[in-house]
């Protein structure tokens, strides 16, 4: 692993950032009007750090992710800029575009099941990007294809090699994923999800296994799920969505112990207990996200806030703090003593 | 099941017909096939009212004549009127046309709605006897058929129509079995209506519309089918006009007069185009599978 | 995969004995009696009574049928009433002309088909896309013999660059035989090309939108690669199993073709047979067409298997 070593050595606190989205913003057409799914964000990421977007489904997490890959839907348009190792995507030709996706940009999917191509043998899926990025010639792509099984902990990788996708089990077949995903040795992996799809069981080795190669390598990584429990612990950096905008970024100790926003607290209260006494009640959201076509002048979830007030419904707060634990409401959480 | 059926998943055919979904919708070209359809079978209808020559006499002295006055398209290799030939063409193949998949519609239809409905031992037996026929290459068959038969147009509509049934008892019995399941047929039976009533009443009001509109693309096909057999000279017995057949005649004249065979062609392959046309449209907006009707 | 194949088989052997049966009952169709057809209408009653004996035509239908079938079995077909020689003999004599035009027009059709198909369904919607298929759309308008006719009328006669009729066989000069053979086997592919295309096209449409897709993409590999590798193999299913069913098209067609462009092979068999009323020759060639199809269709079914890991490993 001399190129983490070398990216470690490299990393210094005022280092530029590896992956900055400045007022990003992605519109869809939709049967009812224009969708705003990811409506003006703007984060960054540093080399070798993790970040964690949290958000309920229709936030506009997964859109924002494919904004950073530049993977988009037909029909989508996309404004603000992404800027990547020093160079902003939308400017890129789509030839250039192509050879750093996989390589110095990896992708993990929510479902292996769909995202591994069914009639191709799980090594020719591997292989190939091996090929296509490294320039690797067969024997030697093959040989890196079974280190790299092992590496991510699948056992007997020479005969795997060889099987298809359906004859893996879930977990399995994530793990062969993000295999394909690290093989080029990459600066940032995104994981759209990489545990919803999943067993609660192997959710943890996954996780686990995504944090070990992450310290490893030194890669920057983005995890987005909508779980709250699984960035705690494991990332650096937590940024919440709501309706298509951040509207609480810190450290992810500091999220937990000291929220601001009403909304990432009832996430919080949200995530059940091991301890709690049978038949306690989920403490769920009341309420439904807005709907993405229709913007109401407020806050987005002043609808179902349980701290509203007047000017909550009159103009959108807008994403503030003191740079390091920023987050959007008028009337925030005091913070603890 | 047909074999290739067995082990293809049942969307095999549900894919080849959507693969067809897409032709315009009772667009531009929809009204132009129909006008077109409307045209030729008013001419072919009213052929002996028209004033045009008879198709048989022949002009020794104007073979092969160019349009002139008496013959506004000309004469073919035997000095025959080619629009009275064209439009008393017409009118053979369009009866065959017609006749032919109409058989194919009450045999076929009848069957595959009766299999679709009854299912067991019946649906068995009706899908098993399709697939033997469909076993055997159509033209094969129907040129071995009229070599046995006898050369008469009669025969050569009889053939052709039961050469279509496979493909109604098919739509039949996809459309029954689609319908079947809908709630006005099991609140039928609850109200104590009989097997017949719900058959009769129920069922077949909804089935027809979609076996109206396969009927249409079997007329196209059948003008084909007729075409490529009197092509051969194996259709319809000469002297009588019909396209293919003088399509089949144009041939040796392609060098000094190509009109002979293109004209018939030219005809031929607009009534088939319409037919196509109204039929694929009328199907797309009443097949029960796609939710329509 | 051995049991997978046995079972298809259990389905094969009724259906080829139902086709036995089916070409044997159209011949007992002839109205009056086929010793009659065989001598014509100047023979003595005796003549035919004579010939009527001597081919067992007296005998019950059912006993007719297992004699017959028993001889088929052993490659016994009977003879050619003209010229006396085996209908087996003369059919197999002609086979491989009928194969390489069959042939030539599904390898051409296929490459009219497959680029066309992608093409289309990579930029699905654009123009290239509606141009296509409204030709496709209007070809199935073009019946074979039409399309032979124009054929000619374009390349023989107005721009004189290939033979009209005709036939080289492949060892005696390979190139005079493609030149014979080209215009047979287009007409054939343009009649094909229309479903394989849009079967295709609806296919890749579907499948680029699939997950695994986006994932290729997402790993930077190039775009030929992910139409023809990861879009093309799981799109072909439909596309491979079309082109089989069409064998049973291309046999019909290749009669007309093989009429028109004076082909030396089954198609034209049957028609002779047909035009000089002889029946033996007739009845064999039709057993053999239908047999041959339905044995076409069972290889494709297999084929399929083969093709698609899902069905060969799915629980019977």
């Known amino acids: 692993m001399g190129l983490a070593s070398q990216r470690a050595a490299r990393a210094t606190p005022e280092e530029t950032p590896l992956l900055a989205l400045e007022d990003v913003a992605v519109e869809l057409p939709s049967l009812r009007g224009v969708l705003r799914a990811v409506d003006g964000v703007s ?34 348009k996309l404004s603000g800029r992404v800027a990547f190792d020093g160079q902003i995507l939308s400017e890129l030709t789509p030839e250039a575009l192509r050879r750093l996706r996989g390589r110095a940009l990896a992708f993990i999917f929510q479902d292996p099941m769909t995202s591994l191509n069914p009639v191709l043998s799980i090594g020719s899926q591997l292989i190939e990007t091996l090929r296509e990025h490294l320039r690797l010639d067969t024997l030697s792509a093959q040989r890196r294809a079974t280190e790299l099984l092992g590496e991510v902990g699948i056992p007997s990788p020479e005969q795997r090699l060889k099987q298809y996708p359906h004859e893996f089990s879930g977990g399995m077949r994530q793990r062969v994923a993000i295999a394909i995903a690290l093989s080029c040795e990459p600066k940032l992996l995104i994981a759209d999800e990489p545990t919803t799809a999943l067993d609660v069981t192997v959710q943890a080795q996954i996780l686990d296994l995504l944090a070990r190669e992450q310290r490893r390598r030194h890669m920057a990584m983005i995890l987005i799920t909508h779980d709250l429990g699984v960035v705690a612990g494991r990332t650096d950096e937590v940024a919440v969505m709501y309706a298509g905008r951040v509207v609480e970024r810190a450290p992810t100790r500091r999220l937990f112990k000291a929220m601001r926003m009403p909304y990432t607290e009832a996430l919080i209260a949200a995530i059940p207990e091991l301890e709690a006494p049978p038949h306690t009640p989920l403490k769920a959201i009341t309420g439904l996200p807005p ?47 | 099941m047909r074999l290739s059926e067995i082990a293809v998943p049942n969307t095999l055919l549900a894919r080849v017909a959507e693969a067809w979904a897409g032709v315009p919708a009772f667009g531009w070209l929809f009204w132009l096939a129909l006008a077109w359809i409307g045209m030729i079978v008013f001419a072919a209808g009213a052929a002996d009212l028209l004033p045009l020559p008879s198709p048989t006499d022949m002009d020794m002295l104007a073979r092969r004549a160019p349009s002139s006055f008496e013959h506004w398209l000309g004469t073919d290799r035997l000095g025959r009127d080619m629009l009275s030939r064209l439009v008393h063409g017409a009118r053979i193949s369009l009866t065959v046309a017609i006749l032919a998949p109409l058989i194919g519609l009450l045999i076929g239809g009848a069957l595959g709605i009766l299999a679709g409905y009854f299912r067991g031992q019946l649906e068995t037996l009706v899908v098993a006897g399709v697939d033997v026929l469909l076993a055997f290459p159509p033209l094969v068959l129907a040129l071995a058929v009229m070599a046995y038969l006898g050369q008469t147009v009669a025969n050569l509509t009889y053939i052709i129509g039961v050469l279509s049934i496979p493909a109604f008892t098919r739509v039949a019995r996809a459309a ?118 | 995969m051995l049991g997978f194949i046995a079972y298809r088989l259990g389905y094969l052997v009724p259906v080829l004995l139902a086709v036995t049966l089916l070409t044997f009952l159209i011949a007992s169709l002839l109205p009056g009696d086929l010793a009659h057809a065989m001598l014509g209408d100047q023979a003595t009653p005796e003549a035919v009574e004579a010939l009527r004996r001597d081919m067992g035509l007296d005998q019950p239908l059912w006993w007719r049928y297992l004699n017959w079938l028993s001889g088929i ?166 596309l491979i199993t079309v082109a089989g069913i069409n064998v049973g098209r291309l046999i019909g067609g290749a009669v007309i073709v093989e009429y028109v462009f004076a082909l030396p092979g089954i198609g034209r068999l049957l028609l002779a047979a047909i035009y000089t009323r002889d029946f033996m020759i007739l009845q064999g060639v039709v057993l053999f067409v239908a047999t041959g199809f339905v044995i076409v269709n069972f290889l494709v079914d297999l084929l399929y298997a083969v093709l698609d890991p899902r069905i060969r490993h799915a629980p019977k």
């Open chain 3, 73 to 238: 079995v052993q490659g016994d077909f009977g003879r050619s009433f003209r010229t006396g020689e085996p209908v087996l003999r003369a059919i197999l004599a002609r086979l491989p002309v009928s194969l390489e035009l069959m042939l030539l027009a599904e390898v051409t059709a296929l490459a009219i088909s497959i680029p066309l198909a992608i093409h289309c369904a990579a930029n699905s919607g654009g123009a290239f896309d509606r141009v296509v298929t409204g030709l496709a759309f209007a070809k199935l308008s073009i019946p074979n013999f039409m399309a032979a006719i124009l054929l000619i009328y374009l390349f023989a006669v107005e721009l004189r660059w290939l033979p009209a009729t005709g036939y080289v066989p492949l060892d005696e000069d390979w190139l005079g035989n493609l030149r014979c053979m080209l215009l047979p086997a287009l007409t054939l592919a343009l009649a094909e090309w229309p479903v394989l295309m849009r079967v295709l096209r609806s296919d890749m449409i579907t499948v680029l939108q699939e997950d695994y897709i986006t994932m290729a993409r997402a790993k930077g590999l190039k775009s030929r690669r992910i139409l023809f590798v990861h879009a093309l193999k799981p799109s072909s299913l439909t």
């Open chain 1, 43 to 76: 984060l960054e990421l540093k080399a070798g750090r993790t970040l964690g977007i949290v958000g309920e489904s229709g936030s506009g997490k997964t859109m924002l992710s494919r904004a950073v890959a530049q993977l988009l839907p037909r029909g989508a």
């Open chain 2, 176 to 293: 029954t079995l689609s319908i079947a399941k809908r709630e006005f047929i099991l609140a039928a039976r609850a109200m104590g209506a009989t097997e017949l009533r719900i058959l009769l009443r129920e069922l077949l009001p909804n089935v027809i519309l979609p076996l109206l509109a396969f009927f249409l693309l079997g007329v196209a096909v059948t003008i084909v089918v007729e075409g490529a057999l009197s092509f051969l000279g194996l259709g319809v017995p000469p002297p009588a006009p019909s396209w293919g057949g003088m399509i089949g005649e144009g041939r040796e004249s392609l060098e000094m007069a190509p009109r002979i065979a293109l004209l018939p062609a030219l005809f031929m392959f607009l009534t088939v185009l319409s037919f196509n046309v109204v039929g694929d449209t009328l199907r797309a907006h009443t097949d029960p599978r796609q939710g329509a009707a």
């Open chain 1, 291 to 337: 709907d993405p076509t229709r913007r109401s002048p407020g806050c987005a979830f002043a609808p179902r806030c349980p701290r509203v007030g007047e000017r909550c419904l009159a103009a959108a707060p807008p994403l503030a703090g003191d740079g390091v634990h920023d987050f959007a409401c008028w009337n925030p959480l005091r913070p603890p003593a």
